[in-house]
């Protein structure tokens, strides 16, 4: 039987993640799955995010079954099972075990940036919502994990050279390179969360990685200490980050 590759990215909210899972699902071999942990997430928070009751309605909440998914084979056996993570969502407690049989992508952006643009939606923000903390402990934790070093990747890297940093991306985590990546058909998918009408209007008009823009969005004086906050974890990590080598 063919080994299933899981490849796992571990991102905050508001950056290129679901782009990401977009380039990743239009390779003819690689199955995705979007935010597997987030019902959990709702669950364990009680936090009153866009399409609560949807969300909770609609996905799987046993976080052991999840787990064992996350672990498990792809989606109609697919060679590759890609897995959208939020950081956030993988609260204390959350099962993590799992993570040793996977391949693993961190993918960072500025907090301030983040917390701009989550507000933008939500009307605020903390550290924990940012999720740069949680995403340098689970960075630290999948390396010892696994004795591997994983790449950090930066989302403007990505949308800067998107054939280049992928290569390199695809280099590091011992996948082919497809072209096929680099462009997918604008719409949404059966395999996007059920919280994609309120979270993923631009990237269902998207047709591949946009040139880097400034953030349309200033940052609230109010968000300012979580941004500081996170923003030693974002420092850690961006010191990590995977270089488009060719």
Known sequence: MRET????LWSGPRNISTATMRSFENRPDCAVWDEPFYGPYLVRTG???P???TILAAVPLDEDDIAARCAGEAPESAPLFFQKHMCQHMLDDIPRDWMAACRHIFLIRDPAEVAASFAATTGGATADDLGAIRQAELFEYACQLTGQAWPVIEGADVLSDPE???????????????????SWPAGRRESDGVWAPWWYDRVEASTGFEPPQPSPHDLPDMLRPAVEASRPHYETLKARKLENRP
Do not use: K, Q, W
Request: hydrophobic share 55%.
């Open 5 to 8: 590759i899981r490849i796992c």
């Open 47 to 49: 936090l009153d995010h």
């Open 51 to 53: 399409g609560r009751d």
């Open 164 to 182: 280049g940093m992928l290569r390199a991306l695809c280099a590091a985590i011992d996948i082919p390179f497809d072209a096929a990546m680099l």
